[in-house]
């Protein structure tokens, strides 16, 4: 009911593959965005979904690309995989007319890509 | 292009023993500047949302303020339950992305 899920928790894949992340977001959110964070870094916005619409993207390729259903849960999809693809991938939750309580993130999918 | 920068990158302190951190950001119009704080392994929790300069939000041993150009954590008197990878991020006013800084690592020793 509260929070952000995020499925699976770990997953290895094999160079060239394709991988699939899911996200439910938290109960009243309407907008849902996707990070990735490497190892010691900061997250790296990847793209944000208002109304199953996409509604912003940083730096990734094409190869990058994700899906938010009615319910506003919300699909990372990444195809062609790379070695340099290892990293946690976070999901957020908001409400897009409000950021008093910021964005609300999931534990994340630690991928690693061999 | 937004930037935000974050020192020191890890800070050990004993329990006590108050400290700052600073996040140094460059943002064409601020919607937002965010604190969070990261356990390993696991996604940032929000701590704090601050909008204008001058501003101070305070919870628990934990209190943050904002000028136009920078953001202070200050922490006062830690517990070793403090440790963590705190994190700074901004949201400008146009555009939906968070620009995170590389967070500040802080160890509190009992």
């Known amino acids: 009911e509260t929070g952000v899920t995020q499925s699976p928790t770990h997953l290895i894949k094999t160079r060239g593959q394709q991988v699939t992340l899911r996200c439910s977001s938290q109960s009243g959110h309407n907008t849902v965005s996707w990070y990735q964070q490497a190892l010691g870094q900061g997250p790296q916005f990847i793209f944000q979904y208002y109304r199953e619409e996409e509604n912003g993207r940083g730096n990734f390729p094409p190869r990058f690309s994700g899906l938010q259903f009615p319910n506003y849960s919300s699909e990372l999809n990444v195809n062609a995989l790379e070695l340099d693809d290892s990293a946690l991938y976070l999901c957020?939750?908001?409400?897009?007319?409000?950021?008093?309580?910021?964005?609300?993130f999931g534990s994340g999918t630690r991928l690693t890509v061999v | 292009e937004d930037q935000v920068t974050q020192s020191p990158e890890a800070l050990r302190l004993q329990e006590g023993e108050s400290s700052s951190l600073n996040c140094s950001y460059t943002v064409s119009g601020l919607r937002g500047l965010f604190w969070y704080r990261q356990d390993p392994g696991k996604g940032p929790e929000f701590l704090f949302t601050?909008?204008?300069a001058g501003e101070e939000k305070e919870k628990e041993r934990l209190k943050a303020t904002l000028t136009k150009k920078e953001s202070f954590l200050h922490i006062t008197a830690p517990k070793p339950e403090d440790s963590a990878t705190y994190l700074c991020a901004v949201k400008e006013t146009s555009g939906s992305r968070l620009t995170f800084g590389e967070g500040t690592q802080l160890t509190v020793n009992p």
């Open positions: 957020a939750s908001s409400l897009v007319s409000s950021l008093v309580y910021g964005y609300t």
């Open positions: 601050l909008y204008s």
